[in-house]
């Protein structure tokens, strides 16, 4: 009894020893190729949605986003509040972000966009704004007639919106900040350029020159945005900012997203449809390669019938050898992908119009793909073998 339960192992081995190399090769390298084919796909997918959500969590909502309780225009407190909010385990960057009601306008070109008054140090913890200057550069604390440009609103050759752009500011010229009938001259610090759209068209001041145009505002901002260290959940930080009572509503940034949400979303389904593509494309690859191999051993599998060896021992033996071919494809194409596809995508981003990609994996998706590939090859030496051990034996030994 021992003898037959080792005996499938025995025929495996005896498969690998006496096969041609070349063809276990180009077999181990097929499966290897169709695992790197579905983890690359994931990977891909993967990076897009995390690099477009740190975009908004980077550049416009941070993790978590305070606005004006609903009838409000402004949060009160402002010092008291950052300064609590600085006070919780977990945070590690607090902007107080004042919006101005403003128009821009330069060369009898105008436009209504997002202007900000911020404190430079305070808003470089939670956005990655100041490294993102491709002109110029960022805001000081007391700079009181200095403004930073996105790109969109700056323009020139080759920016998307520059139809609707100055269409050219250029650093150390001068705009005009206009709101409530009055007109305020700033310089153009510098221009910044995060690829992600809606933060590209934002400008900003400092809260020394806000507070120079309404000192009448006391006090007081339109909304808070918050870091949170990478170790801490944002519910839990977010808890421990609700017991605080802060005079304002808290939202994560996924609640604030708005499109980009969507877009995320989006990018979501498809990767699970491609996925299911991958695996499916994978199946078809690894049951060819393993059926034609097994189909070219009819001869063998006839003479182990007729000396004796029982169909499912046969059977069983093409499953390990199966098991075999995909468990070293794995390998192989683990490290294809993360000794070679992964540092080179780390070297060099894939550039898309809203963030620069990197491949992103993480371990339920290798070992969900990994195990897919598996029972794939599994079932791929299954079915050829029982179909092969079924035929009549003389025909299998004369290959017919």
């Known amino acids: 009894m021992k003898s037959q339960n080792r005996l499938p192992f025995y025929l495996t081995l005896k498969y690998l020893q006496r096969g041609k190399k070349w063809t276990l090769f180009l077999t181990v390298f097929l499966v290897a190729i169709a695992f790197v084919n579905l983890l690359f796909i994931s990977s891909l997918f993967n990076g897009i949605i995390k690099g477009t959500n740190e975009q908004i969590i980077n550049t416009m909502t941070g993790n978590i986003y305070i606005a004006p309780k609903e009838g409000e225009e402004f949060i009160s407190n402002k010092t008291k509040n950052v300064n609590t909010l600085r006070s919780i385990d977990g945070v590690i960057g607090v902007s107080a972000q004042a919006q101005l009601p403003a128009r821009l306008e330069y060369k009898k070109i105008s436009g209504n966009w997002q202007v900000l008054a911020i404190k430079p140090g305070d808003e470089a913890q939670v956005t990655n704004t100041s490294q993102k200057m491709i002109a110029g550069r960022y805001l000081e604390e007391n700079d009181e007639d200095g403004i930073i440009l996105g790109q969109q609103i700056a323009g020139g050759d080759g920016v998307e919106q520059n139809a609707f752009s100055l269409k050219g500011a250029k650093v150390g010229e001068k705009v005009k900040l206009i709101f ?32 120079k145009l309404l000192p009448e505002i006391d006090d007081k901002t339109s909304t808070i945005i918050i870091k949170v260290a990478n170790n801490h959940d944002e519910d839990t930080v977010i808890s421990s900012i609700k017991d605080k009572n802060i005079d304002g509503n808290v939202y994560t940034w996924r609640e604030v997203a708005g499109l980009m949400k969507s877009v995320s979303e989006s990018f979501s389904s498809i990767n699970v449809i491609m996925t299911f593509v991958g695996i499916l494309i994978a199946a078809v690859t690894i049951f060819i390669v393993i059926y034609v191999d097994i189909i070219n051993k009819r001869k063998q599998i006839g003479i182990l019938r007729a000396i004796g060896i029982r169909p499912y021992i046969i059977i069983f033996s093409y499953v390990i050898l199966s098991a075999v071919y995909s468990v070293i494809g794995v390998l192989l194409g683990t490290a294809i992908f993360f000794a070679i596809l992964t540092p080179y995508f780390i070297a060099h981003p894939f550039q898309i119009p809203i963030t620069d990609v990197v491949l992103a994996l993480d371990k339920v998706d290798f070992i969900a793909r990994a195990e897919a590939v598996m029972w794939v090859s599994v079932f791929s030496g299954l079915i050829p073998a029982a179909v092969v051990t079924r035929t009549k034996m003389l025909d299998a030994i004369l290959g017919r």
């Not at 700033?186 to 809606?198: D, H, P």
Request: aromatic share 18%; charged share 25%; glycine share 4%.
């Open 180 to 211: 409530n009938n009055q007109s305020y001259e700033f310089t153009i610090r510098g221009i910044f350029k995060t690829k992600f759209l809606n933060a590209d068209e934002q400008a900003f001041i400092t809260q020394k020159a806000f507070e």
